[in-house]
């Protein structure tokens, strides 16, 4: 759809992006260098708007939401578009066993990515048990919490010894780098989505004699249409991640106890 008209119902894809470069031509407009992202504030890529009752936004970015899709769902198709941007990095054919390490909101949605992408066997990994509650209800087959389970052992146990396919990080610290790395058979590849800290101590040796793939992901490169779709389907599910929807008045607030977060909230969605 091209023309729009009003009462559409519709969302939009954050990202901004040129057209023109090396980069949007090959619709890797997540590394363009003029890129913007709607509603993000880092001084790089910030362009103001979307906590607001109109907001002004290019064409190719409007994405129309399927009748299927509630707008509350439809405002979560930015964490999905990131996990499968995040899945599509991977070699997965069909039938491969994956791990997510990280079950938080983009963890979740990366579960869910992975088994739609194909992935017959999915563990996932938290320190958080009601997260990784979530994640099984999502479609995780095996849950594993760090420094309570042999996470390395377990996977290798359930892949003749060899170890998984494929893994993506979603936390960002030496640790789950680390882990997302060890669970990998010979050959395997990780994609890091997660980058808390702006460096780690790095398994080299391992990921060197092992001849694996360590892959970084970036936000999303076009894939909203394909989030909306996935949520229609009833691929990725939406619901059990909205924590609350507020009104915007409220936003300030709400914005304070997910900055504290003790009620392991996910996402909140504001209403205008
Ligand atoms: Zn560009």
New binding site residues.
Partial sequence: MTEWKSGDRVTFDSTT?????H??KQGL?NL???RQVIGVSCEDYRRHGAFAERVVIPHFGVCSIPDEVSFEQAALAEPVSIALHGVSRLPISGGETGVVVGTGMIGLFLVQALKAAGCGYVFAIDLAEDKLALARELGADQTFVPGKDDIVGAVKDATDGEGAHVSVEAVGVADTVGLAIEVLRKGGATCLVGNLAPEINFPLQSVVTRELSVLGSCASAGEYSLALEAVASGKIKVDPIISAVADLKDGASWFDRLRNNTEGLLKVVLQP
């Fill in positions: 992006y040129c057209g023109e470069c980069y949007c407009v363009c260098g003029n």
